[in-house]
């Protein structure tokens, strides 16, 4: 499967009549650069919130850098469908090993990124330090995160350190079961999304959102297609009303919660949705391509 390149500022520094390739990925600070010169982004390719799917395997806290070496090895002899973008969020020990070993298979992301810059920051990872490392994401808000005590505002914080640095952020956002019967899931995502406010319109397309209803995530429980398709709908349109509009509809809405290869068509092929962001069925290859066959306009 063909990769969209990543292209930064520095990439185009020096360079007085930069070639762009169809379909990359620009960072913020690489699309104002090129604005500065009088070049607009999108005439180079189609824009960074390109239209393919993305299915997102988040491995949490598992595998060994074995385990990392011997999925990248099954990964990169398989069959993989193109029209999709693949990207693999290992934990942190295995993101430069997996940048290398996936190059040109698929992406690398983040499980999570540090609030702060480089410094005195005991147990955390900059952003910096991510990018070095290969990545290209960021999971941002996760529902495990906000469990053990993360914020909006610190959320906030986090998804604009990535940003800063050319990683794109994934944005996760979803409700409790306590707050879905309560009939708050519309109002909790839409607070969860302020965090996007102010952002001009070149960054916000850098983003990503995955609507997580935290009581799906691992339990084997998920919303019927119409509650997933209403929720992804009202993602977009809060999404819409808090920022640039045309920026809005150029951020991708994936869903999240027990997606595996027996629902991932019918998930998938929901209108508002843009990809998949996947738990335990990220773990195996056979499971993870799956879902990415499923994915509309896939082929091979």
Not at 88 to 98: D, K, Q, S, V, Y
Not at 155 to 184: M, S
């Amino acid at each position: 499967m063909a990769q969209r390149p990543l292209i930064t500022a520095r990439d185009l520094e020096g360079v007085e009549s930069p070639v762009i390739p169809r379909g990359a990925i620009l960072t913020p600070l690489a699309r104002d650069l090129l604005r500065k010169r009088g070049i607009e982004p999108e005439v180079c390719g189609r824009p960074a919130a390109a239209s393919d799917p993305l299915v997102v395997g988040n491995w949490k806290s598992h595998k060994t850098l074995p385990e990392a070496r011997a999925f990248a090895e099954e990964l990169r002899a398989a069959a993989r469908p193109g029209g999709v973008a693949l990207v693999i969020c290992p934990p942190h020990t295995a993101l430069a090993t997996l940048a290398d070993a996936l190059r040109g298979v698929a992406e690398v992301g983040s499980q999570d990124i540090s609030a702060h810059g480089e410094g005195a920051h005991t147990g955390e990872v900059a952003a910096r330090h991510l990018v070095d490392a290969g990545c290209r994401f960021a999971i941002v808000g996760h529902s495990e995160r906000r469990h053990a005590g993360e914020t909006d505002a610190l959320v906030g914080r986090k998804l604009r350190r990535a940003l800063a640095a050319g990683l794109r952020p994934i944005l996760c956002v979803g409700e409790t079961a306590e707050e879905r019967r309560a009939g708050r899931a519309e109002s909790v995502v839409s607070r969860q999304l302020e965090v996007l406010g102010g952002l001009e319109p070149a960054r916000l397309e850098q983003v990503l959102v995955a609507y997580e209803p935290r009581w799906a995530i691992g339990s084997g429980q998920t919303p019927t297609p119409d509650e997933v398709e209403s929720m992804l709908a009202h993602a977009s349109a809060a999404l819409a009303r808090g920022a640039d509009p045309a920026a809005a509809q150029r951020v991708p809405v994936l869903y999240g919660g027990s997606v595996k290869p027996s629902n991932a068509a019918e998930l998938l092929g929901l209108p508002s949705c843009g990809g998949a962001l996947v738990g335990g069925a990220a773990l195996k290859v056979a499971s993870f391509l799956g879902i990415a066959r499923a994915a509309p306009g896939a082929s091979g």
